[in-house]
Antibody, heavy 120, light 109 residues
Framework: QVQLVQSGPEVKKPGASVKVSCKTS????????ISWVRQAPGQGLEWVGW????????HYAQKFQGSVTLTTDTSTSTAYMEMTSLRSDDTAVYYC?????????????WGQGTLVTVSS | QSVLTQPPSVSAAPGQNVTISCSGS????????VSWYQQLPGTAPRLLIS???KRPSGIPDRFSASKSDTSATLAITGLQTGDEADYYC??????????FGGGTKLTVL
């Protein structure tokens, strides 16, 4: 069965960076993309960006251009999200979700979420 | 503030039917698919409807959706207590950036 398993919770200080992993299994990694979505405490869903599992092409929400980098490792079917210059309002649960391979689409399988807490 | 507008909350009794609206514009809903997600408390979202009106396998036919011009609607029939959750609509804009609605909290009275 399709699974996306994310790395564990992180606590970071303002200005630091964080890298979250999303290890996938149960499907052909290069036939799909991965989107990242975050949810601040008590808030709604916010799309961060997308990466193609096939060719590594990326598309970021304008808000995260320059502060987020999405990458993949096809040898381990793993996607990564790195966020730099963290601020307190980046505190959120970050989800990876399976997406379309050539462009953004809908998200049919989700990781369990990774809580990133930014606090001094 | 979300570009896609959903009612913050809806409520109905078990067995009744409910609809959740999602209002956008021609630059998003009007020219693209709409998807719907259910998020039970403390869990990751789950895809309910893809490509405007398609149910993934395992989603009961009590859930259906439609789109008209720049708005979309999720309908749930025969409400159950287990349907109590947050519901989100999703689409893309003309730059293929993903947009989510603000979410609707469904309370089953």
């Amino acid at each position: 069965q399709v699974q996306l398993v994310q790395s564990g919770p992180e606590v970071k200080k303002p200005g630091a960076s964080v890298k979250v992993s999303c290890k996938t299994s149960g499907y052909t990694f290069i036939s799909y993309g991965i989107s990242w979505v975050r949810q601040a405490p008590g808030q709604g869903l916010e799309w961060v960006g997308w990466i193609s599992g096939y060719n590594g092409k990326t598309h970021y929400a304008q808000k995260f251009q320059g502060s987020v980098t999405l990458t993949t490792d096809t040898s381990t079917s793993t996607a990564y999200m790195e966020m730099t210059s963290l601020r307190s309002d980046d505190t959120a649960v970050y989800y990876c979700a399976r997406d379309e391979v050539y462009s953004t689409g809908w998200f049919d399988h989700w990781g369990q979420g990774t809580l990133v807490t930014v606090s001094s | 503030q979300s570009v896609l507008t959903q009612p913050p909350s809806v409520s109905a009794a078990p067995g009744q039917n409910v609809t959740i609206s999602c209002s956008g514009s021609y630059s998003n809903i009007g020219n693209n698919y709409v998807s719907w997600y259910q998020q039970l408390p403390g869990t990751a979202p789950r895809l309910l409807i893809s490509d405007t009106n398609k149910r993934p396998s395992g989603i009961p036919d009590r859930f259906s959706a439609s789109k008209s011009d720049t708005s979309a609607t999720l309908a749930i029939t025969g409400l159950q207590t287990g349907d109590e959750a947050d519901y989100y609509c999703e689409t893309t804009d003309n730059n293929l950036s993903v947009l989510f609605g603000g979410g609707t909290k469904l309370t089953v009275l």
